[in-house]
């Protein structure tokens, strides 16, 4: 048996692996044209009620860092799927897989995080499933959470509608929440002054699609393989190349300290609080408006715009020190286990 | 710290230790009026669209046995989750937690099994999700599916309706599925002999709801803690009492033999492809007809009735010896890891 007929991390990175584990393995045996679209979330029409659906594990270590922990996490993540989607998400379904001689009170402290980040996005928790397992067979606790959300009617999210001119948003700085991870991890000193941007986005997200309707023409949260995955989907998507500048990517200074330390590229790195929008050029400046005025917006800024595809769709960074370079899709090994 | 800080595996194993977690720990915190039902789905109202919503986690071990598979397991069962709330499933999420090293040849096995599973069903994949871990950090692979169903207009499902006379029903053999699993864990040869009855109810169900309506007063998949479980949950939400007659009780001769070897109660072992229903005394003979001319209700039969409460709601079991024992609600320990 080779290395490769074997699951390695990086087929859960979120990058080159996993893509190719879904489309060679995965899509090939389940395709329908629903989850073909490989959407946040699957869109559903039942009886002419237009929903979003979608799903995600957390397997996040440690379960608590600063900013967060899995509950929190297992909350925001599948929100803001449902709200990048274009979708007011409704109600949660939570399903808790535990290793046996788990800390009671460890699970109710995550719970108590669950009650909270729920109530403050605005959805239910109303149907659930409890597992355990013998001590070995999981690593402490892994939750799964799927979403159902109501499709806004203003939202036409559609990287197909994407157009030269086009500019590309970001919420706010990025990095913050792989950073805080590895840094934890690794046992980095500076790791306290670095902090999760784990965050539910719905209230922005819906704010902004409510005002610019279809000037938004796509949302993305870049979780696993960071901004680098979203900008190259976007590409891919639209078959327009993706330009953006290095000197406009807001991170914070701790944040790319960590990077550069650890040798990440900062475009690799997880968010769980941020979204990149792609914005009609006429209601650019209006989407930063709408994002500053809101407290999870507040960083937000325009890093780059769509080009002209002049052969296969690419993304290029504009570097500080004046040179272009190709942002590839990441491989995905950068970090395992990182929600 | 004491033992009961501690999660054991019997927290999840859908007995006593379970509903105690879910009352004690999980409801307290997460309380709505949707989840306090504790349905087997949490039935929604999306703009008069009424829909039914379920998640089951699946940890089975082994992943492969006579009868089915993982893959097989986590259609069913989430499908059944559906069906026994009245509904017709229409879609499901399928999230994977893979430990690195697992053979993409037995990913393969098992999404073609899902695949295979889901179209009998007539319920598509719509969205998902992979997650992997190091090596050790979960046992093999673990699964997620969430479902959504359209609640069936004719259904009237409702332990409150239950009434005294009401009869009861299964719908084929008893402990079929623990029995295979366990039976192949403890390496007992005659294993071999043993099938578990792992299969979607849908077609079933919705035949038996349309054609009897509110006649159909509950329908349960009796999975972790056997019909034992359902049976005291039929007895706790009517506040009736219930009788059932050990000799007319369906057991395969070679599932009884390995849980007589083994020490089971096959009232506490989990099935996969079966329900119990309550039905009204009128309809009891038309149901058991419906049933047995449909392939999964072949061995159908009314195992016993509604009886009035005279003290607190309990579940006897009048035996082939001509005496009455209390059926209680098992602890859970029983067989862990059976889907």
Redesign the interface.
Known sequence: ?KA??????????GGQL?DS??HN??LP??S?E??NAL?D??L?D????K?C???????VKPLFFNGGDIGKLAVCGTVNDLAVAGARP??L?????????????D??RI??S??KT?AEAGV???????????T????KI?I?T?G?G?KLDCANLDTSRVKEGDKILVSGTIGDHGMTLISKREGIEFQSTLKSDCAALNSLTVKLLENLKDEIKFLRDPTRGGIAVTLNDIARGSGQSVLIKQSDIPVSPNVQAAADMLGFDILNIANEGKFIAVVSSDAAEKAVAICRSHRLGKDATIIGEIQKCVDVPTVEILTVIGGKRIVQMPYGREL??IC
Chains 1, 2 share one sequence.
């Open positions: 048996m490769n007929d074997k699951i390695l991390l990086a087929h859960g990175g996993s584990l879904i393995t995965i045996r389940l329908n629903t989850l959407g979330s699957a559903l039942i009886d002419g009620t929903l659906f979608t799903t995600d594990s957390y397997v409704l109600v379904s939570l399903a808790l897989i535990i290793e046996t001689g788990f800390p009671i009170a699970l109710e719970l108590d669950i009650a729920a239910k928790v109303v149907t659930g499933d409890t597992k355990t397992v013998e070995g067979a999981a690593d892994f799964n799927a159902i109501k395992p286990r």
